[in-house]
Structure formats: C-alpha cells, structure tokens
C-alpha cells in the first residue's frame, strides 16, 4: 500500500497499516531530547503535525495536544530521535555468517564478489528488503546504503524500491570502482555520472522527499583521481553529500601511500574532495595531520566499531576526533562484517571499544554515544537541522523504547540504559516523518513474515547459481535455481 492509499485514522490508538502523518501526541514517555544540554524529560510529552514535531515538554501535555488524531501512551517507555544507520551494505543481507573469520580483502573474495555477480534485481530487493525490516526493528529510522553491485542497473533501482515500500528515511549511495577492482564490477565515470542522472531522475525527492541519491567512490585504491573529481563535482552540483569509504584498514593507508604517495584523507584533501560533505566510512587509521585535515576542511567521519572488531581492522580515534569538532556519525556496516543491522548493539560496542582500547570508564559516555547516534547521523544524513533532536520544528522521526522488560529495568539513568541495558527487542514504535511503521512491536508497513520467508527462499537459488557452499539444514534448502521474475 502507497502512503497515498493509507486510509486516514480517527482512533486514539494506532491500529491501521500505515497511518496518514496526521497528528500524534506521544505522552507519559521519558522523552530524550539529544539537545544540546542533554535534557530529559522524565516524564513528558511530543506532538507531531503534518509530519514534523510541533511540541516537546515535561509532565502532562496541554489540554491543546489532547485534540491530536492519536495518542500514543508511552508509559514506562523512553521517547527519542530515531537512530540514524549511516552507512551499511543492505544487499549483504544475504551474506551474513558466510565468511566469518576473515580479513577485508579475503572477506572480498571469499564471500562477497561471487555472490554479488550473480546478483539480480529481484533477489537485491529481497535482501534490502529484509534488511530494512532488521534496521527498522532496531530503533533507525534513517538509512545510508552504499550500494556497489552494478552486474544489473535493476539492482539500484530495487533497493530503492524496498525503502519506498517500508518508508524509512533513505540514502542511496551510488558505488563506484574505476581502476584495480574486480572486473565486473568496475565502471568509468561516464557510465557513473550517467546512471547517477537516471537514478536521481528517478528516486530523488520520492516517498515525500524520504529517497536521496548520492555517489559514493568505493574506496580510494579502486578510483581514479579523475573519477574521483567529476563524481565529487557533480553530487556538489545537485547539493547532496558523496560517501567513501577511508582508512579502513593498515594495509589500505599503505596502499595509498605507495601508490600515490600520500595517505587517503591527505588525497582527498589534494583533489579538493574533502569537505563538509563527505562522509568518511571507517577512517580508523587516520594520522593527527588527517585528522587535523578534517577538522579544517570538513567532513563526517562514519564510525563503525562492530565491523572494524569483526575483521580486526582496528580502533578508530573517536575521542580525539569529538575533541577535535568533527562530526561522528553511527553505523552498522553491511551484515557481511557484522551479520546483523542492530544499531543497539552498536551503541553498546561503540561505548565499551573506546574504554577498553583507553582502559578508561570514562573514555566513551552513553550521552556522547547517543549524541553520535542521532545529530551525528542527520549530519551524515545531510540534515542536521531537520533530524536528531527532539524539538519543534524537526521532522518526526522519533522511535519508543521499553525501559521495563527484563533485559532493561530497572532504570537509573535512561541514558546509559539506553546505551547499556535496552536492544532491538526492546525497541517498541518506530515511526518516521509522522508514519507509525512499528507499534508494540508489530511492523505495520509491509508483511515481515513473507519478507522473511522470500528472503531465504530467494537466497538459496542465489548461492547455488554463484557456487558457494553452505550448510543450511534440509528443511530451509529451496529447489529454486534460477533467479526469480517478477
Ligand atoms: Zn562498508
């Protein structure tokens, strides 16, 4: 069902499929704001309009914001900004637990690249699709794809069409690799910039302006300076951000610095890249000169900690990076090295990773974790003052987490039991732009269980056609080999 279709709702609680972004008055939670002074409402209210938030305070909501279309009871709940997944590969949705136990570059090999040539566009939407239920789940709301199988041009295209059908705020972020990757899956920057074009056509602005696209470069060993140039001069053209990802692992900086005889961040400063509107996926090996480098120019550092622990990349510089006044968004990476989209989880990771690397309690704190999370994200997002806070004005992208279950209570600082305490199970409404596509627990906005069973279905065939071996139990084995047609 389009958002158009959604027939409007005149009950005072959620009950429909996909709600109109009517008005909503959330009472009773303990609203989170992610402000700039951290305030709390411990027991308070958020009213939402046409979807954006019209209303946030303490206590009882005004006599005014009881007229509002539905009230959601949010008690024993925190109320907070949806968390923002900057940067994932949702077509590795089909890859997790494939080739744990890898570095990066045997990762490619191993699991990543023979799959991905096989890849069609039905089985791409299949797997973001999933993917996308995942994140939702797990408290985001918005979501980065850095998107790179290109064997099928419906690929792209089918991503998007996931994330119009589930309707969460989305980012997808072109691919690229013009030199020294795979064959099959590199393309020059005549075929990028062009397909750029017809996906922008497309998608930019659709799903009431949820769906952007901007291009990504790979990474730096697989793109020329060239490509690199005119892609980056173009997404600076349509006013949106460019995506890489940089200084992910030793072995990458060396190789930037034999080749070119620079580090990455150094490069992209040198090729007038770097700036306000790049998003730095990883950067974990950045040098002071790099990080001062950012720190002038600009730039978001997307940091993601359960993949660099899962393919012993290393310990990004977080802290100095914060000290330094760069903006630090949150991310899962791809389920191919995390196998999951829990972005709780990486809450927790990203606090605990910087403590033990530090061997300092204080080194990472929930606030600063929760603060990355959502305002670093909408500034990943390129909406920094349109997401990530909850206070009038912003768009309605707020989610409801249990504070009572036994997995979370009993709750002494709602921070850091967001951070410590709660996961996905915990996460109870989600809901983006005014839209209830989650409500106590149930997602509302497309079938799970059919999106579940397609996903393994349409995996299955996949993995025969590419030749990589698995070990799934004979009841959850598909005699599908050819991929699906819709
Ligand atoms: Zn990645």
Known sequence: MSPQEAPSESTSEVTDRWPDPGSLLIE????VTVDDSHTVHDRGWVLIDQGRIVGVGPGEAPASARSAGKVVDAAGMAVMPGLVNAHTHLFQSFLRGLADDKPLLEWLEAAIWPVAKELTGPEARAASRLGL???????????????????????????????????LRF???????????????????????????????????????????????????GCSDEAVRRTVARTRE??????????????????????????????????????????LVHSVWLSDHELDLIAEN??????CPVSNMYLASGVARVPEMLERGIPVALATDGPGSNNSQDMFETLKVTALLQKVHHLDAMAMLPATVLDMACRGGATAMGLPDDLGVLEPGRIADVILVGLESPFAAPVHRVESALVYNCG???????????????????????????????????????????????????????PRTQPPRR
């Open 28 to 31: 009773n939670g303990c609203v």
């Open 133 to 167: 239920i995942e994140n939702l789940r797990s408290g985001v709301t918005s979501v980065i794809d850095h998107q790179y199988v290109h064997t099928d041009t419906a690929i792209d295209d089918a991503v998007c069409e996931s994330a119009l059908e589930t309707g």
């Open 171 to 221: 980012v997808l972020a072109r691919g690229w690799a013009d030199m020294d990757y795979h064959p099959e899956f590199m393309e020059d920057a005549d075929r990028v910039l062009a397909e750029g074009e017809r996906l922008r056509r497309r998608w930019q602005g659709a799903g009431e302006g949820r769906i952007s696209v901007e291009l990504a470069p790979l990474i730096p060993w």
């Open 238 to 279: 349509w006013g949106v951000g460019t995506h890489i990802h940089v200084n992910e692992t030793r072995e990458e900086v060396q190789m930037n610095l034999d080749t070119r005889g620079n580090r990455p961040i150094e490069w992209l400063e040198s090729i007038g890249a770097l700036g306000p509107d790049l998003q």
């Open 298 to 303: 600009g730039g978001v550092v997307v940091h």
């Open 424 to 478: 996905a199970r915990d996460v109870d409404t989600v809901i983006v732009g005014g839209r209830v596509l989650m409500h106590r627990g149930e997602i509302l906005c497309c079938d799970e269980a059919e999106a579940v069973a397609e996903a393994q279905d349409v995996c299955t065939g996949l993995f025969h056609r590419a030749g990589v071996a698995t070990h799934l139990p004979d009841r959850m084995k598909s």
